[in-house]
């Protein structure tokens, strides 16, 4: 049974910083492209960064490049987001999740094979 567990959600002040964490099990995470995503009330999910299955390509939705690091570890199974310079507007459920292709050729919510549960950012401003 395959899951991905977010942590790192918070409340935090406009300016400020966060990094998410997502832990993969029963899957060969290593062969997996990862994605975070990220969904604020009454709106559309919406691509945040991407990693490619062996980290060798990053990909960055408009609106945050620049301000958030996607990374991964695939010795511990996890997938990180660093969120530096928050804003308001970053205030939404995070989600993980996992590409079976590994090369993330699509950014797409429906294309993605796996997800987690989510983790809510606040930036208070």
């Known amino acids: 049974q395959v899951q991905l567990v977010e942590s790192g959600g918070a409340l935090v002040q406009a300016g400020g910083s966060l990094r998410l964490s997502c832990v993969a099990s029963?899957?060969?995470?290593?062969?997996?492209?990862m994605a975070w995503f990220r969904q604020a009330p009454g709106k559309e999910r919406e691509f945040v960064a991407g990693?490619?299955?062996?980290?060798?390509?990053?990909y960055y939705g408009d609106s945050v490049k620049g301000r958030f690091t996607i990374s991964r570890d695939n010795a511990k199974n996890t997938v990180y987001l660093q969120m530096n310079s928050l804003k308001p507007e970053d205030t939404a459920v995070y989600f993980c999740?996992?590409?079976?292709?590994?090369?993330?050729?699509?950014?797409?919510?429906?294309?993605?094979?796996?997800w987690g549960q989510g983790t809510q950012v606040t930036v208070s401003s």
């Open positions: 029963g899957l060969t995470f290593s062969t997996y492209g």
């Open positions: 990693i490619r299955w062996n980290g060798a390509r990053t």
């Open positions: 999740a996992a590409d079976s292709s590994g090369y993330l050729n699509s950014w797409k919510a429906p294309d993605m094979d796996y």
